[in-house]
């Protein structure tokens, strides 16, 4: 196996490529800017046990790419300098960064690798060096003899394309020198995972979605002449693993990771896309991206916040890249190399999600899929000895050290989210847990049924029946009427069925229009919402309120996506039938409920009254205000039994 020295492993592709390498022999050596950085990435790739062995072959050496020497330490170098694979793909991702840093993270960083790959050619040890680049680099084996006229072309370009390309032309340069095989790596625009479409860099495809979003999409640049390549992060992950495999004589080749834009979307379709994803107008139009660039460079185009360098990815789709090799050597390998159709939705509502909330603390859990639902997930510790993000994406690495338990399943209701019940399901460290967000709220895509209601009950269903094993289901609100509907789907996927007040009859008449419901909740302000939690006993008093969670809920409506959905949800909610004599009788039996007593906006009807319920002082919104005493109540009825 190797012994490989990587730059970039800290980012959002490099972090996929070490945890796809980490399931390999290979000895790493990673350049990271500082120690906490890297217990920081550790900690999300589950490495985070000291007695693990993957501590001992990956491992971070401190240094920065825009320093003289890199930065190492003589005792790091080295190290470095026993490396036989080198994947260069630091540098930041940063369409708007200026001319001199671009030179420093780029050019200069190139030529601080190219010095190193000298010193480790002169031991006999370098056999390959994959620089990771992207698809707009214009150089082939023939322009590099004569760079004048390409140089002249990218300077009137960003400082973002124009370094990265003068690097590519450096490194190509300093292999022939060298003598050393080099393979280039040109990602198209990377999104999220094809497993479940977390996509933390916000920079590519996230600038059409804030634009979409915002409403400047109805005019497309491009329509349907024009498209925007885009690669999932694990296929780019895996291809840069299956080059560092390649160790004996491999050739020097330059692969393009994208797909065929006969078979991909034109520029109309992807922001079509996007438009019903999020749930506003389709676009009508298109317009010249040379037009709208220059439109971009006024004062108008910087009141309107769309970056004109980004209109530099989107290229006609008559524009041939030389895709063959790539092709080939996916096929020898019979690895995936295409776009997820199905996974595009979620990757749009997952950048939808980070673009009004920003990074999101999620305390040990992972963002995952269950069906048609986004899911936070964390493995219990007496189950379960470690989160690993495979090269299939997030999964869980069961090593049984007692029987297997119930995943417990905790389901929002309205004005919520799967974050917002992280402090309860973290009251069950013991126990695999698993949080999903409703369609169209949080991460999850939109169902688009006709029938919203019934379109939120199919997808927890489904979500449900994606588990091995039957799950324990807690809903609270909006997600305990769900709960209750799934059960009565699939009693035998569902081990128990806990209700934390749940929604079992129709919400108030003043719900029942969506586009009231619409208009409110855009106009909806910081104080007039704490005035309306309590109004409506959601909270009993203000000290109740977490700040996190006005913080949340409003962040959560800037969405026109979440704002459309929750005000279809609270219409139906209105209208909502009750269940027949004898499935509420089925229920009734087998649920268990806790009501809290101070709810004043959700009616409670006495023969709803089961022998497993149980009443508390607490207003609509226990579970998130006081999630510990939620917890306990809960195993006092068996949850974890």
Excluded at 169 to 178: D, F, M, P, T
Aim: aromatic share 6%.
């Amino acid at each position: 196996m190797a012994h490989i020295f990587m730059t970039g492993g800290t980012g959002f592709i490099g972090t996929h490529t070490l945890a796809q390498l980490s399931q390999e022999n290979h000895t790493v050596s990673v350049l990271v800017r500082s120690s906490s950085r890297w217990e920081h990435i550790c900690k999300e790739l589950g490495w985070s046990d000291s007695a693990d062995p993957m501590t001992s072959r990956i491992c971070p050496v401190i240094g920065d790419l825009g320093t003289p020497g890199l930065g190492l330490s003589h005792a790091d170098r080295e190290k470095v300098m026993t490396a036989n694979v080198i994947i260069h793909a630091g540098g930041p991702m940063d369409i708007r960064i200026s001319e001199a840093k671009a030179r420093l993270v780029f050019l200069q960083a190139a030529e601080e690798m190219l010095r190193l790959a000298a010193d480790i050619q002169l031991r006999g040890g370098l056999k390959h060096f994959i620089h990771v680049v992207g698809f707009k680099s214009p150089w082939t084996d023939e322009n590099m003899h004569d760079p004048a006229p390409v140089i002249a072309h990218l300077e009137q370009g960003p400082p973002y394309e124009l370094m990265k390309c003068l690097a590519d032309l450096r490194i190509r340069e300093g292999a022939r020198e060298l003598r050393f095989p080099l393979s280039i790596v040109h990602p198209s625009v990377v999104i999220g995972s094809s497993q479940h479409g977390e996509t933390p860099q916000t920079g590519g495809l996230g600038i059409l979605v804030r634009a979409t979003a915002r409403g400047l999409m109805s005019i497309v640049p491009g329509g349907s002449t024009h498209w925007l390549p885009l690669v999932h992060v694990d296929h780019v992950a895996s291809f840069i693993n299956l080059l560092a495999k390649e160790t004996s004589s491999p050739p020097t080749q330059t692969y393009y990771l994208l797909d065929d834009p006969k078979v991909s979307h034109s520029m109309q379709e992807l922001v079509s896309m996007i438009a019903k994803e999020l749930r506003v107008r389709k676009p009508h139009g298109s317009i010249s991206p040379k037009w709208l660039s220059k439109l971009l460079g006024t004062s108008l185009g910087q009141k309107l916040g769309i970056p004109k360098e980004s209109l530099e990815f989107i290229v006609k789709t008559s524009t041939p890249f030389p895709i063959a090799p790539k092709e080939s050597l996916l096929h020898k390998h019979k690895l995936p190399n295409k776009i997820q159709e199905g996974m595009l939705p979620f990757t749009m509502a997952d950048l939808d999600f980070q673009l009004v909330h920003g990074h999101m603390p999620t305390e040990g859990f992972v963002r995952g899929k269950r069906g048609p639902l986004a899911s936070l997930e964390r493995s219990g510790t007496g189950q379960l000895s470690g989160l690993i993000k495979s090269d299939a994406g997030l999964r869980l690495e069961r090593k049984l050290l007692e029987p297997q338990k119930n995943t417990l399943l905790f389901v929002h209701g309205t004005l919520s989210g799967a974050d917002c019940l992280l402090p309860l399901a973290a009251q069950f460290p013991e126990h695999d847990v698993c949080l999903v967000d409703l369609p169209g709220f949080g991460r999850s895509p939109y169902h688009h049924a006709a029938d919203v209601m019934e379109g939120h009950i199919a997808a927890l269903v489904e979500a449900i029946r994606a588990f091995d094993s039957p799950v324990t289901l807690v809903g609270h609100s909006l997600g305990g009427f769900l709960a209750a509907h799934a059960y009565a789907r699939v009693p035998e996927r569902i081990h128990r069925l806990h209700l934390l007040q749940p929604a079992l009859l129709p919400a108030a008449r003043m719900y029942r229009s969506p586009r009231l419901n619409h208009l409110a909740l855009r106009r909806l302000r910081e104080k007039d919402l704490r005035k309306q939690l309590l109004a409506q006993r959601c909270f009993v008093d203000i000290s109740d309120i977490p700040t996190s969670y006005v913080t949340y809920v409003l962040q959560e409506l800037q969405s026109p996506r979440v704002r459309k959905t929750t005000a279809e949800t609270l219409s139906a909610l209105a209208r909502a039938e009750a269940f027949p004599p004898q499935q509420q009788a089925e229920l009734l039996r087998e649920a268990s409920i806790l009501w809290g007593t101070q709810d004043r906006a959700l009616p409670w009807a006495e023969e709803l009254r089961s022998a497993h319920t149980m009443e508390i002082e607490a207003a609509h919104h226990f579970p998130i205000s006081h999630p510990e005493l939620t917890a306990q109540l809960l195993r006092q009825q068996g949850l974890i039994t």
